[in-house]
């Protein structure tokens, strides 16, 4: 948004305020005190051809705003201002023709990064994306173009951490998942030897320090409850290996249903 005033766009922002592009600072400005041009005169070569502003610019009038150079008078808001206007030079937003694909790039580049590469590299790579954007919103600025900075760093940085956040989250589901196939029979669901082995360890240990015993001291009190299957081979034979797996699971879905929630 902006208005043309003869043959001069002037970008404004929300329709009330310009941005004005700091370029001068009072150390900058040729200044004649007042006591010395009411005792001595101005002299015609210090003015000719230039602009002459009369301002105050002490601190005891409080006329001092905050600038991006810090503490500036009012004056220089003003002098800078005209400045701009005499050059053209404002600061303007960025297009949205530019500002767009900036935007998309930047996130496709992050989403690249965290589902390409390890958590190190992607990282480290990471953080190169983060300053090339700084660096990117920096250039543009010194053209003379606000661009949405914050915008870039945020939506890159979450597509980051979102997609880093979902990688390993599913890769712990599957390695859950891998666990917990590695000690249950694919049949029945059933736990298998290794599953018997790890808890009867763990059992022992536990008993062993509720005892203040060690665990391969003898007379442990654990039960263990084995059951087999009568003639299970004559079904096998008689019905086929199909038949007999579904009574594997039938006699499995018995003993699960049968079994205390404190037992393996």
Request: glycine residues 6%; aromatic residues 16%; charged residues 20%.
């Amino acid at each position: 948004s902006g208005l043309w005033l003869d043959k001069m766009f002037i970008p404004y922002f929300d329709r009330k305020n310009v941005r004005v592009n700091y370029r001068m600072k009072l150390e900058e400005i040729n200044q004649i005190p007042f006591w010395k041009a009411y005792e001595e005169g101005i002299p015609k070569e210090a003015i000719n051809g230039k602009a002459v502003i009369f301002a105050a610019t002490s601190h005891l009038l409080h006329d001092y705003y905050h600038t991006p150079f810090g503490l500036m008078p009012g004056v220089m808001i003003n002098l800078n201002l005209l400045a701009n206007f005499l050059n053209g030079d404002f600061i303007k937003n960025i297009p949205i023709f530019v500002d767009a694909p900036l935007f998309f790039i930047f996130l496709f580049l992050s989403a690249f990064i965290s589902f390409r590469y390890g958590a190190f590299k992607s990282l480290s790579l990471f953080a190169v994306l983060m300053i090339v954007i700084v660096t990117t919103c920096f250039i543009l600025f010194l053209n003379g173009y606000v661009s949405h900075s914050f915008a870039y760093l945020f939506g890159a940085g979450s597509v980051f951490l979102g997609i880093t956040f979902y990688r390993y989250f599913r890769a712990l589901l599957e390695n859950l998942g891998l666990q917990k196939k590695a000690v249950t029979d694919p049949l029945t669901g059933l736990y298998n030897r290794r599953a018997l082995e790890q808890h009867l360890d763990s059992a022992l240990e536990q008993i062993a320090n509720t005892k203040g015993i060690r665990k391969t001291d003898p007379f442990h009190e654990v039960s263990v409850l084995m059951i087999d299957v009568d003639d299970f081979k004559k079904v096998n034979d008689t019905y086929g290996h199909p038949f007999g797996d579904d009574v594997l699971k039938n006699v499995s879905f018995v003993i699960k249903d049968n079994t205390r929630a404190n037992d393996l």
